[in-house]
């Protein structure tokens, strides 16, 4: 890379200023560097990532990033939008505005997005993605996603992410062509090739989720004080739409190394075979392929919202639903978090008071094997 595709940016307290300092440069060749200083900076509304560019903030050796872009924008756009291959974030802080961009907006609102979730025609593949050493703040704030994986994408590695607040720190789902989730048309386009390793989310909705994807592997991640700490979804059945017939939906997938301390009613991870259509609204199975979850984890906190009663249902560290082909490995229930006070250091769980509404985990061999 030449010289002159360096850039060192001077940001300011303008945030319509900011934003143009960086469109500026964005759009000023096919790629590049753009470095940014060290420092809080607000813009008023999001940049896009072009191909070949990186985005890097100012370094700052192994301790917390010293480079944080805001936004005051209300439109709901990401403060970065990556819609070019061969880019690369890092080093950089995020603290996205409120949003709410409802049920089917998980792209709206976020610190990144890759890629989108409806395309109006067929999609060029985004790849060769890199985000690394980046945080996400948004606390008190749980409405929108932080940190989105979207349609037309494959090849990226998500490493050294450290997320608070939010609705879901990393979401991954399919995408597809077409005016509206109830009016898909097709193809669709499943994320693959994904990396995702040393991830730590807290005070969130939910950890991670994995939506109608393929090839992913996922390691070392700690995710505390979450309602749900991961799934595993079919993603609306959406492989009726899907073209690359080597590579089904749903297949070769690893989540390992997975810490969860949940306070939801709910569960832990879910990992579901079965949806129901937004188009036609019937109810069908994917099936799953060569998926392991080993390793884990899971550490039942007291529900974070205290109502009346006893729980509606019971709490389960995993709920598995006609998903035949997922293989768990090594799954750890750790009670030692028991408010009831403090417990020998050794490891086991059995005999120990269990909080409220928690039940173990039940094995049904129709729907997954258990090792």
């Known amino acids: 890379m030449t010289e002159h595709n360096h850039h060192d940016l001077t940001l300011t307290a303008d945030p319509a200023a900011n934003r143009r300092a960086l469109e500026q440069i964005l759009a000023s060749g096919p790629g590049g560097t753009l470095r940014l200083p060290a420092g809080t900076f607000t813009l008023d509304r999001g940049v896009v990532l072009g191909s070949g560019w990186t985005l890097t903030g100012a370094a700052h050796g192994n301790g917390p990033v010293t480079t944080w872009l805001a936004s005051s924008s ?4 990401p403060i970065v939008h990556v819609l070019g291959s061969r880019v690369t974030v890092q080093d950089i802080g995020f603290r996205p505005p409120p949003c709410a961009p409802g049920e089917h907006g998980g792209d709206r609102g976020t610190a990144i997005t890759i890629g989108n979730y409806l395309y109006p025609a067929g999609a060029e593949w985004i790849e060769d993605i890199q985000i690394r050493r980046v945080q ?5 704030e749980r409405a929108a996603n932080c940190v989105a994986v979207m349609g037309a994408v494959r090849d990226i590695t998500i490493s050294d ?3 608070v607040g939010g609705c879901t720190g990393i979401a991954v789902h399919w995408g597809a062509v077409g005016d509206g989730v109830d009016s898909i048309v097709g193809p669709s386009y499943h994320p693959h090739h994904l990396e995702l390793r040393d991830l730590s989310v807290s005070d969130a909705f939910e950890g991670f989720y994995l939506s109608s994807v393929h090839d992913v592997t996922v390691d070392r991640v700690h995710l505390s004080e979450v309602e749900i700490g991961f799934r595993l979804l079919p993603g609306d059945n959406t492989d009726r739409f899907h073209s690359a017939g080597d590579n089904p939906v749903g297949a070769r997938i690893r989540v390992a190394g997975a810490h969860v301390a949940w306070n939801g009613p ?10 129901r259509s937004e188009i036609d609204h019937s109810f069908r199975v994917l099936e799953y392929r060569d998926v392991v979850v080993r390793d884990c984890t899971f550490v039942p906190l007291p529900l974070a919202t205290a109502g009346p009663g006893e729980a509606r249902r019971p709490r389960s560290p995993i709920v598995v639903e006609q998903a035949s082909g997922v293989i768990l490995e090594g799954i750890r229930v750790d009670l030692r978090a028991d408010p009831a006070g403090p417990l020998p250091d050794d490891g086991a769980t059995v005999g120990r008071r269990q909080p409220a509404g928690f039940r173990w985990p039940e094995v049904d061999q129709r729907n997954f094997s258990a090792r």
């Open 266 to 275: 709910l569960y832990a991870v879910r990992i579901a075979g079965w949806g």
């Open 136 to 140: 996400v703040e948004r606390r008190d």
């Open 161 to 163: 992410v450290s997320i």
């Open 74 to 77: 209300s439109a709901g756009e």
